[in-house]
Antibody, heavy 116, light 109 residues
Framework: QVQLVESGGGLVKPGGSLRLSCAASGFTFSDYYMAWIRQAPGKGLEWVSYISGFGGTKYYADSVKGRFTISRDNASRSLYLQMNSLRAEDTAMYFC?????????WGQGTLVTVSS | EIVLTQSPGTLSLSPGERATLSCRASQSDGSSNIAWYQQTPGQAPRLLIYGASSRATGIPDRFSGSESETDFTLTINRLEPEDFAVYYCQHYGSSPQVTFGQGTRLEIK
């Protein structure tokens, strides 16, 4: 069965950096777009970024453009999110998801807290 | 960018009743590219409906989706205790940007 497991979250100071990872299993990873979606505490869902199967197409929400970079390694079936210049408003649970336009499989999330 | 507005913000019903949740799009792109998700506390969202009316794998037929131009509806028949959760709609496909509605909380009356 499809499994997505995120890691790499934690506490970071404003202006700092963090790299999130998502390990995928149970499907042909390179066949699918993948996405990051976040949820601030007590708030709704916010799409962050997506990447095509071989990494040639990437898009970002305006709120993270220029600060976050999505990437993938199909050999290791891994998705990444490099987050730089972090702000307090980036504090959220970050989910990776298999992207078919809609998101049919989600990880359990990794929590990122940006605070001094 | 299409903006999705969900209503009501909170819906209070009893087990066994029918829930009707609304998601209104700010404009039409001619597609039926609306998905619905269910999220219970501490859990990741779960896909219920895609393409406005197609049930995802393993979703009971108590859940159904419909559309009328820019108005999309999620109906849950015969509410079960596990159905009380937050529900989100999502638009996809017509632009690189992806949008979610703000959510409807379905609570036990």
């Amino acid at each position: 069965q499809v499994q997505l497991v995120e890691s790499g979250g934690g506490l970071v100071k404003p202006g700092g950096s963090l790299r999130l990872s998502c390990a995928a299993s149970g499907f042909t990873f390179s066949d699918y777009y993948m996405a990051w979606i976040r949820q601030a505490p007590g708030k709704g869902l916010e799409w962050v970024s997506y990447i095509s199967g071989f990494g040639g197409t990437k898009y970002y929400a305006d709120s993270v453009k220029g600060r976050f970079t999505i990437s993938r390694d199909n050999a290791s079936r891994s998705l990444y999110l490099q987050m730089n210049s972090l702000r307090a408003e980036d504090t959220a649970m970050y989910f990776c998801a298999r992207d078919r336009g809609f998101y049919d499989s989600w990880g359990q999330g990794t929590l990122v807290t940006v605070s001094s | 960018e299409i903006v999705l507005t969900q209503s009501p913000g909170t819906l209070s019903l009893s087990p066994g009743e029918r829930a009707t949740l609304s998601c209104r799009a700010s404009q039409s792109d001619g597609s039926s590219n609306i998905a619905w998700y269910q999220q219970t506390p501490g859990q990741a969202p779960r896909l219920l409906i895609y393409g406005a009316s197609s049930r995802a794998t393993g979703i009971p037929d108590r859940f159904s989706g419909s559309e009328s131009e820019t108005d999309f509806t999620l109906t849950i028949n015969r509410l079960e205790p596990e159905d009380f959760a937050v529900y989100y709609c999502q638009h996809y496909g017509s632009s690189p940007q992806v949008t979610f509605g703000q959510g409807t909380r379905l609570e036990i009356k």
